[in-house]
């Protein structure tokens, strides 16, 4: 689906009366990978790819779903709310925390969709947790506040889905600001929003089309292990509370005492926290040349410690690395497949994804897509027709 109009023709072809419009986006993040969960600070940004709903109270205890992009409806009575595999997991979710939370919702109908792609590790699933939650409490006055939106869509994501994420997507796609990336501190909760200057450069995505599933276990295992070391790092000095208060040499010098992905992990974590310290301090100095090395780093990090790239995302940083054009490149999100980010010049940045595209086609055949991304403002209603 590529506009609101979709969303609310769907709308009246399904249902009768007037709806509500809503959208929310899909994210990136500049640094800081896998460390929300981790007690570090992420840079993402809400995108301007996400997921329209048209959505209208119903008078019943039902609430039915018409999901556009797969063509399928689905009806539930609130009161009988389970999880079921599949895109129901996610809306589902949200209406059982809703519920368990003691937030009194009536029946709805909503149709939606969107132009953020699935399995990218662009957050489709966060956009559609978060935007749900958004629309709900609009329609039934619930009075929440974009914070407890995003703990209450990563609750939902954690008890049906099943992935335990961190904060930084919902955060994202509810609090993003056009024009500007947020810093995130992940254990506080406390955000600064920073003007993405970025003079003659072009955040890239390139999407290597393998798609990325967060809940077949190797997420919530990378968060299983990094928790396991943590608790190593407390059992050593009492001082210890978070990651926060731990440097790559301990690490290093503690080696001994974990196992090998512990060790790795939290290696990883330890300097991914550091990095985006330096990040943050380059893009406010406009220094995008340093910036971007950190970006490699960062996917050394999760190529070799984290271990959550794949040969085809390797293969599209190593391409890129080669282009002088390109200062930055890095997989985004929790990886495994799906998009790198890529920071290019303007003026060579068609030459330059023609060839990555072409290398790319030649070794895996796969043809990836690639978007030129612009930032946005995070969920919020679409009062006129200017705005579908
Ligand atoms: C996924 C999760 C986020 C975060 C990233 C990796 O997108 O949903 O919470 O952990 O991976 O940074």
């Avoid at 599933?213 to 050593?236: I, P, Q, T």
């Avoid at 010098?253 to 301090?281: C, H």
Wanted: proline share 2%.
């Amino acid at each position: 689906m590529q506009s609101a109009s979709e969303a609310i023709n769907n709308f009246k072809k399904h249902f009768s009366g007037d709806c509500r419009v809503f959208f929310a986006p899909g994210r990136i993040n500049l640094i800081g990978e896998h460390i929300d969960y981790n007690d570090g600070f992420v840079l993402p940004a809400a995108i301007n790819k996400g997921i329209w709903f048209a959505i209208a109270p119903n008078n019943t205890n039902t609430a039915t779903f018409v999901a556009c992009d797969f063509d399928d409806t689905f009806s539930i009575d609130l009161a009988e709310v389970k999880n079921i595999n599949g895109w129901q997991s996610y809306v589902l979710g949200v209406l059982h925390i809703l519920q368990k939370e003691g937030y009194s919702i009536s029946g709805f109908n909503c149709t939606f969709g969107g132009n953020v792609p699935a399995g990218a590790g662009l957050s489709s699933s966060a956009a559609l947790e978060a935007g749900l939650i958004y629309c709900l409490s609009q329609l039934f006055q619930l009075n929440i506040s974009r914070l407890n939106m995003a703990l209450l869509a990563q609750k939902a994501e954690h008890a049906y889905p099943n992935t335990k994420c961190g904060i930084m997507d919902m955060f994202a796609s509810l609090h993003g600001k056009k024009d500007h990336c947020i810093l995130l501190d992940c254990t506080s909760l406390e955000f600064t929003y920073f003007p993405i200057v970025l003079d003659k450069y072009d955040w890239v995505l390139i999407n290597s089309k393998v798609r990325h599933s967060l809940n077949d276990g190797a997420y919530n295992k990378r968060r299983e292990v990094a928790s396991s070391a943590l608790n190593m790092f407390k059992s050593v000095n009492q001082k210890i509370t978070s990651y926060r208060n731990i440097l790559p040499l301990m690490v290093e010098q503690l080696k001994y005492a974990l196992n090998e992905e512990e060790f790795k992990r939290s290696l990883y974590i330890t300097q991914e926290i550091e990095r985006v310290q330096a990040a943050t301090k380059y893009l406010q100095e406009g220094n995008l040349i340093a910036f971007g090395k950190l970006m490699y780093q960062t996917h050394n990090g999760l190529s070799n410690l984290y271990n959550v790239s794949c040969p085809q995302l390797d293969y599209l940083v190593t391409q890129a690395s080669f282009n002088n054009a390109v200062i930055g490149a890095r997989l985004m999100g929790g990886g495994f497949g799906g998009c790198t980010i890529n920071l290019i010049e303007k003026e060579s940045r068609e030459a330059v994804v023609a060839n990555i595209t072409t290398c790319y086609q030649n070794t895996f055949g796969i043809t990836p897509e690639v978007y030129v991304v612009e930032s946005s403002n995070g969920v919020h209603e679409l009062l006129n027709e200017q705005q579908f």
